[in-house]
């Protein structure tokens, strides 16, 4: 007997169901990956956007300047107060013999930042021998020339509405020309703190001070919350207390972070009195939001722990506590150890805490320890953001890329500690 | 001295033979026992034993002694609470929320629910085994030394090497994994990670053996060398074994206990319970009628 053509043995209408069954599993998938296209597409924009206004931060412009440290500049013992000022307008006007008029060198000096001054003040005290004698140097030079240079400044515009007029436009060309004007790579944005001037402006006193919170955080949340994890889960009753308790924990992750802001203030600065805009007030505040976060998925991954292992440790007679420690919290510590990044990553990001304890306060020092006070990063990026200077746009972003690379370092370790202390089961 | 076995043994009515019952209609509410379920030199009594799981009532008045070196085997339908009542001789269900248990068990003339009994050694005492083969995610070597190391057997390293390698050899397991001690014990296949399981269990040394259905898990060869292991375990150990396969249970047991509902239907030997069962639902059950 011949095979029938097709697999019909089945009713028409049946076969009608079928195909309908398909189209709507192929019409599901076609729907998800479009979901995950257009998140991927708005990812891409989104980084794509940081990273085009971002990376030109890491350039900086810098020029080149003959200085004669005459000894008349330093009429005084102390060689900080030597007229460094002076050294670097004289510089200039070497340069540029013809610039006469007050308006004429106010405009020929704003070409360079006041770093210049205290780049050579550095120099001089490290080797005071410096003093009497001529070399070249290379200067930052002012935000606005430096946007001209990286092509933000848009010269066709009338003179009255650029920072850049036309005479200072002339003389960065003929610097330009003479190889006197140079982008190099911006370390100052690295090994700075805060400035008002962009071209000072740098991310390190933000990053310790991030760094300096974070470990606060780590080192209270963590094993607050494996511990409270631990305790509710295996050896708390199961009564209407404690209940109550994990309605709570579960009720505080998602309270908005600014509240944790105010409590801090309330108790660790005006009760406590523990100094403001510090790292240790802020890891306060960030341990308390981070906390139920760490319980949570402490907890979670305290459940997953199959059952049959408990059963295996006490069977053989072992005690609670050495079942828990022995065998069910090495099963658990990388689920936990995932939620603890997970928490401090989230604590990293945070701004609106910080805004309530002081740390968006101006600050230039790079800070030296727990009680110095300080920025944090994502404050950093709040405050580069509200600046009116056009170089601070560009810092912004950079800021963002710092902060992002440091999440993805974070997640990536995560990753890392989840794969390590895996046990294969 | 008088044994706590002797002054409760006397005020248990033995329940007789009810023959006679046998072409009426199938008794599912049962009271009593049928048959003999104590023994001359018992190393645990039950008596009066009940278990509730909040307001449900899962063991009912079972009384039963656990003799030396004999595998007692349990058998009975699904959720008639044979494991509840395995699980009530190590005090296992004292993890389970909500779990009570009434009346008396006692180990050595011990009452093992006494508030002064503490559960640690007398788990070391009354080992089990489980259902599922659950081996720590450790080496071979540390999922038997575990026991030992904990409960401070062992005074050297040497010493503990060697209960580890008695209890592997006990198991019937050491020349298979002599040469991979330090390999991870969830690596081996079902039936060697049972009788790791077994090999943990007895090298705490204990006095009963609990089986909570060894072999469910485990196809037919490695369910045969589980057995044979029992037999020979019972030259040392009392064993009480729960087991849905009542092949398993005539191999494997000398007396049998047949639960139904949470009721203690039927004890005997058992040749006796699957040639000769004096209860009719005892008879339902081997003959396959129900369960």
């Known amino acids: 007997m011949q095979p029938t053509e097709s697999t019909n043995a089945f009713s028409p209408e049946f076969n009608q169901r079928l195909k309908r069954r398909y189209r709507a599993e192929q019409s599901f998938k076609l729907m998800g990956i479009g979901a995950i296209f257009i998140a991927l597409a708005f990812l891409v924009f989104l980084l794509s956007t940081i990273l085009m206004s971002g990376y030109s931060a890491f350039k900086q412009t810098y020029i080149k300047l003959d200085v004669t440290l005459d000894k008349e500049y330093f009429p005084d013992e102390d060689l900080a107060k030597g007229d460094f000022q002076g050294i670097v307008k004289a510089s200039l006007y070497s340069m540029f013999p013809e610039v006469s008029g007050r308006r004429d060198k106010r405009m020929l000096n704003n070409l360079v930042s006041k770093g210049a001054a205290f780049k050579l003040m550095d120099m001089v005290e490290a080797d005071p021998k410096l003093i009497g004698t001529s070399f070249s140097i290379w200067v930052p030079a002012k935000d606005d020339v430096d946007m001209l240079m990286k092509g933000n400044i848009d010269m066709d515009q009338p003179e009255a509405n650029r920072r850049i007029k036309d005479k200072q436009y002339e003389r960065i060309r003929t610097l330009e020309y003479g190889g006197r004007l140079q982008m190099r790579f911006n370390k100052t944005f690295f090994t700075s703190g805060d400035s008002r001037e962009p071209e000072l402006a740098g991310i390190l006193s933000a990053a310790k001070g991030s760094f300096y919170t974070l470990v606060i955080t780590l080192l209270l949340s963590f094993p607050m919350g494996v511990a409270a994890a631990i305790y509710l889960e295996e050896f708390a009753p199961d009564n209407t207390f404690t209940d109550l308790i994990e309605i709570n924990i579960n009720n505080l992750a998602a309270v908005p972070s600014i509240i944790f802001g105010l409590l801090g203030l309330a108790i660790f600065i005006n009760f406590w009195g523990i100094p403001r805009s510090t790292p240790l007030v802020g890891g306060l505040v960030l341990t308390l939001m981070t906390l139920p976060t760490i319980i949570i998925a402490a907890r979670a991954s305290l459940k997953s722990v199959p059952p049959s292992i408990r059963e295996a440790a006490l069977g053989v007679g072992a005690s609670k506590i050495q079942t828990v420690f022995h065998h069910v919290l090495p099963l658990a510590l990388p689920g936990m150890l995932t939620g603890t990044i997970i928490g401090m990553a989230q604590a990293l990001g945070e701004t609106a805490p910080l805004l309530m304890i002081g740390m968006v306060a101006f600050i230039v020092d790079i800070p030296g320890g727990f009680t110095d006070p300080a920025a944090a990063l994502p404050v950093q990026i709040y405050l580069w953001a509200d600046s009116p200077e056009r170089a601070f746009t560009e810092k912004t972003s950079a800021a963002i890329i710092i902060l992002l690379g440091f999440l993805i370092l974070m997640n990536a370790v995560a990753v890392y500690m989840r794969k390590k202390f895996e046990i294969k089961w | ?291």
């Open chain 2, 1 to 291: 001295m008088e044994t706590v076995a002797d002054t409760i043994h006397p005020a248990i009515p033995i329940a007789e033979a009810r023959e006679t019952e046998h072409d009426n209609v199938i008794q599912t509410d049962v009271t009593g026992t049928v048959g003999n379920p104590f023994v001359d030199t018992p190393r645990m009594t039950c008596r009066d034993v009940y278990v509730y799981y909040g307001d449900t009532c899962a063991i009912k008045n079972a009384s039963i002694d656990v003799a030396c070196n004999e595998v007692l085997a349990m058998i009975g339908p699904s959720g008639c609470g044979k494991s509840t009542f395995l699980r009530c001789l190590n005090r296992m269900n004292d993890t389970v929320p909500g779990c009570r248990v009434e009346g008396q068990i006692t180990l050595d003339t011990t009452d093992i629910y006494h508030p002064s009994v503490d559960v640690v050694p007398l788990r070391a005492r009354v080992g089990m085994v489980f259902q599922k083969p659950n081996p720590f995610p450790k080496s071979i070597y540390d999922n038997i030394a575990y026991g030992p190391k904990i409960h401070g057997l062992t005074a050297s390293k040497g010493e503990l090497d060697e209960v580890v390698e008695t209890s592997l050899i006990k198991a019937g397991l050491w020349d298979e994994v002599k040469d991979r001690l330090a390999e991870p014990g969830t690596g081996l296949s079902g039936g060697q990670q049972q009788r790791l399981c077994i090999a943990r269990a007895i090298a705490v040394s204990p006095e009963v053996i609990l089986m909570d259905e060894p072999c469910s898990a485990l196809d037919p060869i490695a369910t045969a060398k589980i057995e044979e292991l029992i037999a020979e375990l019972r030259t040392q150990f009392s064993i009480v074994i729960v087991t849905h396969a009542m092949q398993q249970a005539a191999r494997v047991s000398q007396r049998t206990a047949y639960f139904h509902l949470g009721n203690l239907v039927e004890v005997g030997d058992t040749d006796q319970i699957f040639t000769n069962p004096r209860h009719r639902l005892t008879e339902d059950y081997i003959t396959g009628r129900f369960g």
